[in-house]
T-cell receptor, first 116, second 111 residues
Framework: KAGVTQTPRYLIKTRGQQVTLSCSPI?????VSWYQQTPGQGLQFLFE???????NKGNFPGRFSGRQFSNSRSEMNVSTLELGDSALYLC???????????????FGPGTRLTVT | SQQGEEDPQALSIQEGENATMNCSYK?????LQWYRQNSGRGLVHLIL?????REKHSGRLRVTLDTSKKSSSLLITASRAADTASYFC???????????FGTGTRLTVIP
């Protein structure tokens, strides 16, 4: 099976702009999670989508949003970019039952976002 | 914060030696997972241990879990230069499918 893919791999934006990142999960995986990784804060959970519904959300401002499509592909959007949004954004997919017992997550290579 | 702590933050060993990393967490869990990350890239899942398990093996990896102490350890035996990476433990949040990651241990294996 093909792994999790993320596009684009690298992105440079300026403050105030918005950005959309894309994630294609492993075929058959219906849960997609997003994480932000920075040197200062480490790996932090952003949100999780399952069957096109946001099921869990981390502690991030409303500028961070996401969605999932019927084919399980997911996008996340960051509006009004700030310098502190510079990070590696990782997407992960997993098998999980609708009642939610977690399985191992499979990560994509990430999108490196630089905000100048 | 539910985020765990890992110890040591950095570890440097010779090829062939064993490497042990420890993880402590704060709340009750359903499972604990270990991941590896090579220099700024995606994470690779290594092993998952459920809360009712005490030890698990996978190849050169051995993971232990002590829920009474809220701690876990990852042992890599007979290390290789290719094991050089950052290692993270991750816990779930009462069955929710999001992970809380530890701060990571940076392992360097010297050939």
């Amino acid at each position: 099976k093909a792994g999790v893919t993320q596009t684009p791999r690298y992105l440079i934006k300026t403050r105030g702009q918005q950005v959309t990142l894309s994630c294609s999960p492993i075929s058959g995986h219906r849960s997609v999670s997003w994480y932000q990784q920075t040197p200062g804060q480490g790996l932090q959970f952003l949100f999780e989508y399952f069957s096109e519904t946001q099921r869990n959300k981390g502690n991030f401002p409303g500028r961070f949003s996401g969605r999932q499509f019927s084919n399980s592909r997911s996008e996340m959007n960051v509006s009004t970019l700030e310098l502190g949004d510079s990070a590696l954004y990782l997407c992960a997919s997993s098998l999980v039952t609708q009642t939610g017992f977690p399985y191992e997550q499979y990560f994509g290579p990430g999108t490196r976002l630089t905000v100048t | 914060s539910q985020q765990g702590e890992e110890d040591p933050q950095a570890l440097s060993i010779q090829e062939g030696e064993n490497a042990t990393m420890n993880c402590s967490y704060k709340t009750s869990i359903n499972n604990l997972q270990w991941y590896r990350q090579n220099s700024g890239r995606g994470l690779v899942h290594l092993i998952l241990i459920r809360s009712n398990e005490r030890e698990k093996h996978s190849g050169r990896l051995r993971v232990t879990l002590d829920t009474s102490k809220k701690s876990s350890s990852l042992l890599i035996t007979a290390s290789r230069a290719a094991d050089t990476a950052s290692y993270f433990c991750a816990t779930d949040a009462n069955g929710a499918n999001n992970l809380f990651f530890g701060t990571g241990t940076r392992l360097t294996v010297i050939p």
